[in-house]
C-alpha cells in the first residue's frame, strides 16, 4: 500500500508560479513512476507530467516548457511557471507500483486575475 499527501495548491495571478508537492509514504520502495494528473470543472482527468524511476519524464503539450517535473526521495514536485487561467483544476498526484496505482486527495489550483 501507498499513501499520497499533496500540498501547494492555491490562489494565483495569470503569468505567477507554484509548486506542488506529494509525499508518499508506506511501500514507497515498489513504486515505478509518480506523476501529476488534472481535473478541471466538467471535464476528464488528464494526465500532465509523469516521472520514472530512470528519471525519464513525459508532459502534456499543454504544459510543455511551463511546468517541471522532478522526484526526490519519497516526493515528488510540480513547478508550474507561466501558469494560465486555464491551468485551474484540481491536481492529483498518482504512484504506479506493479501491483497497482494509487492517488492523493487532490490539491486546488485556481489562476485568475
Known amino acids: 500500500q501507498v499513501q499520497l499527501v499533496e500540498s501547494g495548491g492555491g490562489f494565483v495571478q495569470p503569468g505567477g508560479s507554484l509548486r506542488l508537492s506529494c509525499l508518499a509514504s508506506?511501500?514507497?520502495?515498489?513504486?515505478?513512476?509518480m506523476g501529476w494528473y488534472r481535473q478541471a470543472p466538467g471535464k476528464q482527468r488528464e494526465l500532465v507530467a509523469v516521472?520514472?524511476?530512470?528519471?525519464d519524464t513525459n508532459y502534456a503539450d499543454s504544459v510543455q516548457g511551463r511546468f517541471t517535473i522532478s522526484r526526490d526521495k519519497n516526493t515528488v514536485y510540480l513547478q508550474m511557471n507561466s501558469l494560465k487561467p486555464e491551468d485551474t483544476a484540481v491536481y492529483y498526484c498518482n504512484a504506479l507500483e506493479p501491483s497497482g496505482g494509487y492517488w492523493g486527495q487532490g490539491t486546488q489550483v485556481n489562476v485568475s486575475s
Open positions: 508506506g511501500s514507497i520502495f515498489r513504486i515505478d513512476i
Open positions: 516521472s520514472s524511476t530512470g528519471a
